[in-house]
């Protein structure tokens, strides 16, 4: 039985993208086109995408999570996951507080 293609729109794809970059996973430019089955110009479109994102969102922060692309093992992954999550608590707290 052949496995079935899913395809995403582009919110979707973006979305899954970066869950799967915060889920601590490094992935190769080959690993993102074949789980979405899209080209390199698409991967290169979508990690710009989140990178502004993540931008976006720490505006003002001391220390900034970013995606990185490691040379030695050919791989995007993001850093300072640990200060990634330190903020996705204060908006959560915002939002709880109604500010």
Do not use: C
Not at 61 to 77: L, M
């Amino acid at each position: 039985m052949a496995a079935r293609k899913t395809v995403f729109n582009d919110k979707q794809r973006i979305l899954r993208l970066y869950s799967a970059l915060i889920s601590r996973r490094a992935l190769s430019i080959e690993e993102i086109e074949d789980m979405f089955f899209i080209g390199r110009k698409t991967v290169q479109r979508d990690i710009s995408e989140i990178r502004t994102f993540l931008h976006d969102l720490q505006v003002g922060e001391p220390v900034q999570s970013e995606i990185i692309y490691d040379r030695n093992s050919k791989k995007y992954r993001l850093t300072e996951m640990e200060n990634l999550f330190h903020v996705f608590n204060k908006i959560n707290q915002i939002d709880e507080d109604g500010r």
